[in-house]
Structures are given as C-alpha cells and as structure tokens.
C-alpha cells in the first residue's frame, strides 16, 4: 500500500483531503470551489451582475430559454460563508452517499435535486438564485430513504445519522430559510423533493460489485449535463459584458445630457 503523503501547506493539505474522497464528491468540491474563484476574479460573489452573467436562476431568463440556468445555479455561491457552509454539507453528506450508491447514482442524486430546486427557486421567487444547497439536500433525502428502505445498504454508525438526526437537521434547515430573510427555501424544498424522486426511481445497488467508485454511464450522463451548461454559460457571458457595458454607456449618456441640461437652465436664470 502507497504511504500517506504528508503535507505542510494548507493548499497541500486540502488537496491531500480531495484524494481520499471518492471520484465524484471530490470533483463536485473541486468545481465549486474553482467556480467561486473565477466569480471573485470577475468582479466578486456579491455582484447580481457577476451571478447572472455565470448562469445563477432568475425567472425572466430561465422563460427567456436559457435553460442551462438549471444546473450552473448550484456551482455559485454568494459569499465565502456561504462557499464554506455548502462544502462542509457537501463534504459530509457526499460521500456517505456515494460510497453508498456509487460514483454514478451520487452524481444523478445531486444534480436531480440541484436542477429541482432552481426550477422551484426560478417557479415561485423573483429573487437571484445562486448554491449547491439544493443538491445537497438532494443527496440528504436520498440518504433518508435509503436509511428506512434499505438500512442494510448503510454503514452502522451511519444509520443512525441518518435517520431522524438528519430528518431533525432538514426540518432546522427549512425553519432557519423560514426566519432569516434572503434565504431561498424554494430551492431546498425542491433539492429535497427532486433528490428524493430521482433516489426512488434508481434501482438501488444489490451488491459491493454494483457500487463502482468509478466511471460509468450515469456519471458520464451527469458530467454531460453539466459540461453542455458550462459551454452555454461561457459563450453567454461575453454577451452579458456587452449588454452592461452598453448599459453602462448610455447611462453615461444620459447623466452628460443631464448635467447640460442644467447648466443651460441655470445660464436662462441668470439672463433674467
């Protein structure tokens, strides 16, 4: 067995933790982290243009047929709290269910509650929409019916983890969206309801050899669905800068035209 590298940098370090996760956990960590740098570097997390430009869910867009807005949403983040907060969600929960269901499975569980719930955040709020909370708790449903449908399938000390422990910390989660404002619990009752329909209709694992950490035909659907988005958000954000620098500049059109504007008036006063 290859020794455990040690390292001493915090970089090397959390590059030491990705290895140790399964394929799919670790490439979902890797990409949302890698997208929140590319947000910063644009022009930083908090900006609604930013989030729209990288495909974050707004209703008049997603009509508009930009559609792929069902999948980037849950690879933004809004802040660095809110970065830290999904990937310890994401962190914790994934690859429990990934070793559990597989590679594949896993990878349709997330994405099936991500997609819901920015279809449910875009169907019944006007507000942006931006985190991978949906999937997470996409993938939280999932471990809940697989915990009373087929507990053997989990290891013993997570059993108990996720049964009503996890029941108890979703219905926190939902209260907690229920009394800060700002916090989209359209997206999470979607995350849960899609996680939970896409777990139920899968056919469950019946074997250690029916678990492949590995690549196989639902992780290459999935990693399709999520690629074609990126390849539709890139071209779309040139475009985007465009509108906003065109924006930008009738704007300062307009402020000129004004300030002309009021000098005039002010000469016509001072004629009088």
């Not at 792929?68 to 933004?76: K, S, T």
């Not at 990878?107 to 955040?121: E, I, T, Y």
């Not at 049964?163 to 229920?178: D, R």
């Not at 307009?254 to 004629?271: S, Y």
Request: with cysteine; glycine share 12%; charged share 10%.
């Amino acid at each position: 067995m290859e020794p455990q590298r040690q390292y001493s940098c915090p970089v090397g370090r959390a590059v030491g933790a990705l290895r140790t996760l399964p394929p799919a956990s670790a490439t979902l960590l890797a990409l949302v982290c890698v997208t929140f740098v590319l947000e910063t570097l644009a022009s930083g997390a908090s900006s609604g243009d930013t989030l729209i430009g990288f495909g974050a869910s707004l209703r008049p867009y997603f009509i508009d047929g930009q559609y792929w807005r069902l999948v980037m949403p849950m690879f933004l983040h809004l802040s660095l709290a809110h970065l830290a907060l999904n990937l310890v969600g994401l962190y914790v929960f994934g690859p429990l269910l990934e070793r559990t269901y597989g590679s594949g499975r896993f990878a349709l569980v997330f994405l099936g509650g991500g997609m819901a719930g920015s279809l449910a955040s875009m169907l019944c709020s006007r507000q942006l929409g931006a985190g991978a909370s949906g999937g997470i708790l996409g993938v939280c449903a999932a471990l809940v019916l697989i915990r009373y449908r087929c507990p053997a399938m989990l290891p013993a000390d997570a059993q108990a983890v996720c049964g009503s422990q996890l029941v108890a910390g979703i219905a926190l989660t939902l209260a907690f969206g229920c009394v800060v404002p700002g916090i989209d619990n359209w997206a999470h009752l979607g995350g849960l309801a899609g996680g939970a329909a896409v777990s139920a209709l899968l056919k469950p694992p019946t074997a250690a050899s029916d678990l492949p950490l590995q690549v196989d035909h639902s992780l290459l659907a999935a990693l399709g669905v999520v690629c074609f988005s990126a390849v539709a958000a890139v071209n779309y954000y040139p475009r985007w800068q465009r509108v906003l620098a065109l924006e930008a500049k009738g704007n300062r059109l307009l402020a000129a035209k004004a300030i002309r504007g009021g000098k005039v008036a002010v000469r016509a006063r001072g004629t009088d």
